[in-house]
């Protein structure tokens, strides 16, 4: 069903954006591609062979956290949906509060990640739709006031996201931490799991941590970089809207 749906939407943009290649000013075709992959990062992580390996490896579990809340959302936003598919400005103001979307993230990466209700999404389909689905949300929430797509409108200035993914590494690192440097399993259900990947509950455990250590920083160096970019050269940066 989430294959259909996410193929459906990827074939309205398309015709969406071929619909508004001519118009001024025109979306890029890089666009397009950063909306597509978008969507195949959501696609791998919720739908795809690999997406099942999550209830045996902490760590696949974890890759599917990072392409729903990392990867995917700001691709997605790149891609200038709202634009293409003719979504309207009017609830878009209320969920640009940078405060609104930051705390957002972070309780949805910090309740998720709690043993008890990480287990609960193992056991239950419903529940498992339910953590991709606020994972995917919060992250498109998140990454909302850092991309700006249309027809957002900045609430706080542009040098402050800068701030906003430095404190939105924290949670991260604090969880992380906690997963690569612990001498004990954190999630007992990945101890009854059959281990077909060589290594132990807890390796696997410590492998997840640095995983989601070394993506987010990497992901959030390089947005940095391309915001701290912009504000060096302001008019550049406002030749194209998101």
Known sequence: MLSLLLAFIAIAYLRGWRALRSSA?????????????????TWVAAASPVAFLDKQILTAHMAQHLLLMTFA????????PLRILLWGPRWAGPLGNPAFCWLSAAATL??????????????????????????????????WPV???WPSVPRWPR??????LFLATLPCDVLAGLLVFSDR????????????????????????GALMWTCVTVVFLV???????QLLAPQAASEEPA
């Open 73 to 80: 959302p700001p691709l997605i936003w790149l891609g200038s």
């Open 223 to 229: 947005a940095g970089a391309v915001l701290s970019t």
């Open 159 to 164: 040098w402050s996201m800068l701030l906003y």
């Open 185 to 208: 399993v954190a999630y007992p259900a990945y101890l009854c799991t059959p281990r077909q990947s060589g290594f132990s509950a807890l390796a696997d455990q410590q492998c997840a």
């Open 25 to 41: 000013p025109a979306i890029p075709a890089w666009r397009a591609a950063s909306f597509l992959a978008g969507l195949l990062c």
């Open 110 to 143: 910090t309740i998720w990640h709690a043993p008890a209700l990480l287990r609960l999404g193992m056991e239950s389909h419903v529940w498992h739709s339910i953590e991709h689905a606020s994972f995917l949300v919060s992250g498109l929430l998140f990454w």
């Open 147 to 149: 991309v700006q797509p």
